[in-house]
């Protein structure tokens, strides 16, 4: 019980506009087939940044599935988070490659310079660090995005460098 | 443009595209692929538009923005036809020059070109560099000569023909003969043979089957099946169209990560175009064969990429494995027979069906036949995706390919297999690449991650690293493989952070064993391979780090600090300088000093000398 409370204290950070119109569109290019709901959760979160509670129970009531089973996949793919994320979502590469050339040192600096842990977003909502198993850039690395945005052939400095243009963006 | 309704409307099609495309004309290729994406292809082909029209060569020069060549590390790579001349690492500022002299004139520039870090020579030809020149490129070799986002490209250089052989002059049985015979083996890490996988499924009870392509390539540190299907997604296409039509299927997925953007673009667009022709969709080239093709995005979970996990993912369930006591090709998405190959393995396909299984087996070793693709990475001068006949030594791959160890470093070990597979050290450099003698030495081909690792990686931490990846990666659901991995992981994180007890390692080596022999699917049971091939070739290190409380590659931070040799430092100052601590000083042209204290062993200062006067101790 307690970490049901919990969890619908996380979700109830931000409430967010329901963009019907969107999800509309959305169901309707997945065929309203939940064997798509993978599909339908990224390109709900690549609207929203996260899967927020109240656009999850407009999917249950339009797919006609129970939430847990939504709860099950939102919780098990890397690719979903139920809190809400920043504008630009920094993600450092930490295969194997990146690994080998020093990638966490990468991931070290840019969690010291944004005062955020690994999988946490700064007060502003401006920046989310999040790590990657691999992004193909292998003969690049290190690697970060930003975003979309590959950046590759990484040190410290050039890290920070990169992160500093996003900031000074409105 | 209207569908080609017959194997005759195909050919006058494709005769058509080749007159159009003279081998004489003037074609300058850009890599846009997402390694040279990130070195900054997107500028360097604006600059290139704009000084195209400024010199008034529009319609006289094309300029095609190709999927990845290979040699990332080189990127972003110009190369200009017909002649093929090679330029490497191009900056929008060097395309006026480019224009003006080699375009224009046809005159090379000497400086720009690729400068070979052993014989320091400047090569002018892509075919002659020595990267190139020891591969044998037949699946990835189109991808630098044809725009991936043009149908008519791949057509031109005989792209389909396959197809159209094997739907008008083979049958399904003939098909599957052919590949049995070719001797291919599933690129995606099991060696499966492909062959028989076919066969089993066509033969499975059930009235609808499936086939599937598996682009969930979640092995960090292997890239081939992205560029792939970035840059040449209809011979993967027309691998799947030929293996549907040998099991008699007519629904098809390709299941592909998401983190892949420009992967799901590009196959996205080369559906449609197929559509377009009449290749993919309702009767087929007028065959009466009906099939089509769906993209599934995958949502970043490492297991996924296990067969029965894929298919529960596709299903749109969470990706959790079963047992395969029923295999997936007779029960499989939906409970309908399913055959699933990997990415690599699809694009053999359409090879061996035009060149007949006799010449595919005639490459490679007794019992891997044809080219495998490796992503070449880690600590070695060349990285990029290398194609070689199976059978090919570490030592080819690593040293003539990959030009070796850079910064004059020592060769440690080589990393094959992924999270999977194991690490061989250098007394096996000779070994030839291929399913068998890989396992031997207790690691796996896996997909063809292939990442060199010299005297400054920690063989701990890597095992720590893998472990911890598959630890986050598991299902969880059953309780060798959840409870074990992390067992593991605790105690191989006891060891590098100096907390390692006497019987660590063969307390490591009994879990190894028993999470080996319980799990339930292939993730468990290959989860122990990097640890079991650490331990066996570089137990040392372990004991060092147990015993002795060092790391003798100065990795793990608690075990080792940074000392200058008071000899070798000729007080340069450069360490001083870059040290985001300040924790180095000293006077210009005397030893410098670091203060212990102040040290959070970052390494800059150790990568900065230039005289190796700062050791690891």
Redo the contacts between chains.
Sequence with gaps: MERITAIKGELQVKIEPIDTVYLDKVLEQNMQ???????I??DVSAKYNYLPREVLNYVVERLNVSMS?IY??AT?????SLKPRGKYIINVC????C????AE?IKESLEERLNIHEGETTENLKFTLET??????????P?ITVN?T????LD?GKALKIIEKYEDEA | MSKLQSQKNYEVLREQFKKERDPERLVVSLCAG??C???GTKEVMKALEKEVLKNGLKGKVEIKATGCHGF??Q?PIVVIYPEGIFYPKVKPEDIPEIVAKTIVNGEVIENKLYKDPLSKKRISKGKDIPFYRQQLRIVFGNNGLIDPNNIDDYISMDGYSALVKALFTMSPEEVISAIKESGLRGRGGGGFPTGIKWETCRKAHGDIRYVMCNAD???????MD??LLEGNSHSVLEGMIIGAYAIGSNQGFVYVR????LAVKNLGIGIKQAEEYGLLGKNILGSGFDFTVKI???????VCGESTALMR???????RPRAKYVHTVDKGYRESPSALNNVETWANVPIIINNGPEWYASLGTEKSKGTKVF?L???VRN??LVEVPMGTSLRTIIYDIGGGIPKKKKFKAV?TG??SGGCIPEDFLDLPVDYERLAEVGSIMGSG?M?V?DQD?CMVD?AR??VD?LKN?S?GQCTPCREGITQMSEILTDICEGNGKEGDIELLEELATMIKRFSLCGLGKTAPNSVLTTILYFREEYEAHIRDKKCPAGVCKALFHYEVDEELCNGCHLCALKC?QEAVTGEKKEPHHIDQDKCIK???CYEACKFDAILIK
């Design positions: 087939d939940p064997e798509n709901l993978i599909m959760l990224q089973l099950s996949a098990f793919y890397k690719a979903f930490l295969g194997t490659a690994h080998v050339r020093g040192k990657v198993r691999c992004l193909g850039c292998c003969a690049l690395g690697v979309e590959s950046y590759g052939g410290r | 997402s390694g994406g990130a070195s990332c590390e990127g390539e979640g092995d960090p540190g292997a890239y992205r560029s998401n983190e892949y953007p599934s995005r995958g949502g970043g979970a490492f993912s596709l299903e749109g369930k969470v990706g992503s990475v880690g600590k990285t990029g990393q992924g999270p991650g990442i690792m990686n890597l690293y893998f990846f990666e299902c985001p970052c390494s800059i």
